[in-house]
């Protein structure tokens, strides 16, 4: 038996647990038509946005390329056109996935259930918002998806953004459990650094919108958890942490 076997997995949420990534695009759009700006993010500019962590974040960061003028003037009214953009994009991605255009990726819910009923811990770690959440999880597994998921932290508990570790030093400390003993699911670059900066063991699935970033330093870069089970996760976790051991040896 491994010193640190296996005993609960962190998911993110964007990208690793369902692709939404398309669905958070046109939810901008549609916020910004609704605003009445002629901002439009293409798919090649939203790919080059998800560098930053954050819906806001990415809002300030467009906004200080397109309007840094307008920022230094009055720093307080960007802030509130930023905070309604945001709004109404929330409610437009909301309405998108209670209307099925979102859904967990391929393998994700299987391997849910059979590690929940494994006994592992169940967590997420995310940059979203507890409203993103909500919706995808509440439509994808059912209103009793915190019975499952036993520690959420997001963007209203864990403020500062992948890449920082924030979020999963948090949850370490919420599951009272060692980042040897638990390991990350992410889809980015920031998700990897942000994970493995609190000592985790990460598994990547890309997307579409983040397949050419570095993954340096992942356990395993997989294209799905279709035909993941528990028994990999725990063997893979266990090469992990023996590699580990007698690197310190």
Not at 102 to 113: N, Q, S, T, W
Request: net charge negative; aromatic share 6%.
């Amino acid at each position: 038996m491994p010193a640190n076997p296996l005993q609960a997995l962190i998911f993110d949420v964007d990208g690793t647990l369902a692709d939404t990534e398309e669905a958070h695009r046109t939810a901008f759009n549609h916020a910004f038509a609704e605003m009445g700006m002629e901002w439009r993010w293409d798919v090649p500019l939203y790919t080059a946005l998800l560098d930053v962590s954050g819906g806001k974040e990415r809002i300030r960061h467009y906004w200080n390329q397109a309007h840094a003028d307008i920022r230094a003037l009055d720093g307080q009214a960007v802030q509130d056109t930023i905070d309604r953009i945001h709004e109404l994009k929330t409610a437009a991605y909301e309405q998108a996935v209670q209307d099925g255009a979102v859904a967990l990726r391929p393998g994700v819910l299987k391997l849910i259930e059979a590690a929940h009923q494994d006994g592992l811990r169940l967590a997420i770690a995310t940059t979203t918002s507890p409203v993103n959440i909500a919706a995808l999880l509440r439509t994808s597994i059912g209103p009793d998806w915190r019975q499952v998921f036993g520690v959420v932290e997001d963007a209203s508990t864990a403020p500062l953004k992948k890449p920082h570790p924030q979020a999963y030093l948090q949850t370490l400390q919420r599951l009272q459990l060692p980042a040897r003993a638990c390991m990350a699911l992410e889809d980015s670059s920031n998700g990897l650094r942000a994970a493995r900066a609190a000592g985790l063991p990460t598994l990547i699935t890309p997307n579409e919108y983040t397949a050419l970033h570095d993954f340096a330093g992942a356990l395993r870069v997989l294209p799905s958890l279709r035909d993941v089970t528990v028994a990999h996760l725990r063997a893979w976790h266990a090469e992990t942490v023996a590699g580990q051991s007698l690197a310190r040896a």
